[in-house]
């Protein structure tokens, strides 16, 4: 667990750490967060990262409270204060703190918390075996691009996987695939990549883009475009992404085999492309 945290302008150990029982994040879930994965102490992707962190504070209408490098100098010394070569940082801003009212208040500055966790990533028998996953409705709200703290709707939709004892619950609206709970979802058919396109439906995944650029650059055959139900269910092979999970392989969806039932082929060579990737772009 995190030792050192930064609450509000001041770095703490995670006992002291207090927040208002009136902050708007505990009361309404108005707020939004990062996961930043951090390998040998370097953030992957920091720009990448803090541009969606202002991309969600501004449809949510919350004025960043840090510029990039403000960000940057802190993200740095969380990672520094914490033990661990491999870390996870979460950080997240709330509206802050205000009599309970719908409405939006006026001049308060918004809370912003960060911790650093272990970063742990699928061990080497996870990635050889692949997981189970099964299929959910997609029942969520409609602006899921934002990274919203409000996460009921994922947490109820992951539990669904925990009770069936499987990894990730994927999602369906409407008849197309859309993310998972908490990852993006890969999906090959006939020796070539698809992948829903970024869109209010799905978290633009800063794993996704990763890999979506290691596609381009290697010459995978790659289709960006709406995936149906049918598509998924007949997939050769299912990748799910995400900054913990990195690239993982799907091997059976709703209790049937994903192709043969063993990561196939392209989830092989993407991932040895990612974990290629990761120590190339440490910066
Ligand atoms: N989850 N879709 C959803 C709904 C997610 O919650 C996440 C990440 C992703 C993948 O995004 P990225 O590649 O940027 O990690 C897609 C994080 C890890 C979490 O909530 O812990």
Not at 127 to 148: H, P, Y
């Amino acid at each position: 667990m995190s030792d050192t945290v930064y609450l509000n302008g001041e770095f703490m150990p995670l006992a002291d750490a207090r927040i208002p029982v009136l902050d708007r994040g505990f009361i309404f879930g108005d707020g939004i967060y990062e996961v930043i994965p951090v390998y040998s102490r370097h953030p992957f992707r920091l720009t990448e990262h803090l541009q969606r962190l202002q991309h969600s504070l501004d449809r949510i209408r919350i004025e960043n409270p840090h510029d990039a490098a403000g960000w940057t100098r802190l993200i740095r010394e969380i990672i520094e204060r914490n033990d661990g070569d491999d870390q996870s940082v979460y950080l997240q801003v709330t509206r802050g703190v205000a009599k309970r009212d719908h409405a939006f208040p006026k001049g308060v500055k918004p809370t912003v918390f960060m911790m650093s966790n272990p970063l742990v990533t699928p061990a080497p028998a996870l990635v050889e075996s692949g997981v189970a996953c099964i299929t959910a409705q997609d029942f969520r709200w409609l602006n899921c691009d934002v990274k919203s703290i409000a996460l009921l709707g994922n947490c109820l939709l992951r539990q669904l996987s925990v009770d069936a004892g499987a990894a990730e619950t994927i999602l369906l609206r409407d008849g197309q695939l859309t993310e998972a709970s908490s990852s993006n979802v890969f999906v090959v058919k006939d020796g070539t990549v698809l992948t829903p396109p970024k869109n209010n439906l799905v978290l633009p995944g800063i794993t996704y883009d990763v890999v979506i650029e290691i596609a381009r650059a290697r010459e995978f055959q790659l289709e960006v475009r709406a995936v149906t139900e049918a598509e998924l269910r007949s997939a050769d092979e299912i990748w799910l992404t995400s900054s913990t999970k990195e690239v993982l392989a799907v091997t059976t969806l709703d209790g049937k085999p994903v192709g043969d039932g063993n990561p196939g082929p392209l989830f092989r060579r993407m991932h040895a492309l990612y974990q290629q990737f990761k120590l190339d772009h440490m910066r």
